[in-house]
């Protein structure tokens, strides 16, 4: 595969890219531990949810 005189951009483009989405999935994955931490927190705290749910009941 020839990508021509555009390879070194295309490729860092492609790399570029890729660092991204990987950066923005580990933000997200850290993101819900730390939401669920501090709903686990709030309701040690005495905070009650409407749904009735705790927070060890969500998956």
């Given at each position: 595969m020839?990508?021509?005189p555009y390879a070194?951009?295309?490729l860092t483009s492609y790399l570029l890219v890729m660092a991204v989405v990987l950066i923005l999935i580990a933000w997200i994955g850290i993101d819900y531990h730390r939401q669920k931490r501090h709903l686990r927190e709030l309701e040690a705290g005495g905070?009650?949810?409407r749904s009735g749910r705790s927070a060890t009941d969500m998956k």
């Amino acid at each position: 595969m020839s990508l021509g005189p555009y390879a070194t951009f295309i490729l860092t483009s492609y790399l570029l890219v890729m660092a991204v989405v990987l950066i923005l999935i580990a933000w997200i994955g850290i993101d819900y531990h730390r939401q669920k931490r501090h709903l686990r927190e709030l309701e040690a705290g005495g905070a009650v949810r409407r749904s009735g749910r705790s927070a060890t009941d969500m998956k």
